[in-house]
Nanobody, 117 residues
Framework: QVHLVESGGGLVQPGGSLRLSCAASGMYAHNINTMGWYRQAPGEQRELVAYATYGGSTHYADSVKGRFTISRDNAKTTVDLQMNNLKPEDTAVYYC??????????WGQGTQVTVSS
């Protein structure tokens, strides 16, 4: 059974930084296509933030390019999201996502990120 455990998040002032971490268990790294992060703000749809492939390629939403960096460790089956220069519009619940070679995606429980002065 696959489990995703998230850590990080919290309250930060505009311009600040936070780091989110997600650890996956129950699946070999080579069976995972992508690991990444989505977010959902109140009243909005869940949207992709960034993902990393098994081979190391990365993809970012335009809104976070140049500010967020995703890193995946296949040996540990973890994915981190370093978020710099945070803006109030980055406020949302952030969800870790695991997309396997076959079957449905897996999701973390979500962690709140609030950017406010």
């Amino acid at each position: 059974q696959v489990h995703l455990v998230e850590s990080g998040g919290g309250l930060v002032q505009p311009g600040g930084s936070l780091r989110l971490s997600c650890a996956a268990s129950g699946m070999y790294a080579h069976n995972i296509n992508t690991m990444g992060w989505y977010r959902q703000a109140p009243g909005e749809q869940r949207e992709l933030v960034a993902y990393a492939t098994y081979g190391g390629s990365t993809h970012y939403a335009d809104s976070v390019k140049g500010r967020f960096t995703i890193s995946r460790d296949n040996a540990k089956t973890t994915v981190d999201l370093q978020m710099n220069n945070l803006k109030p519009e980055d406020t949302a619940v952030y969800y870790c996502n695991l997309s396997p070679e076959w079957g449905d995606d897996y999701w973390g429980q979500g962690t709140q990120v609030t950017v406010s002065s």
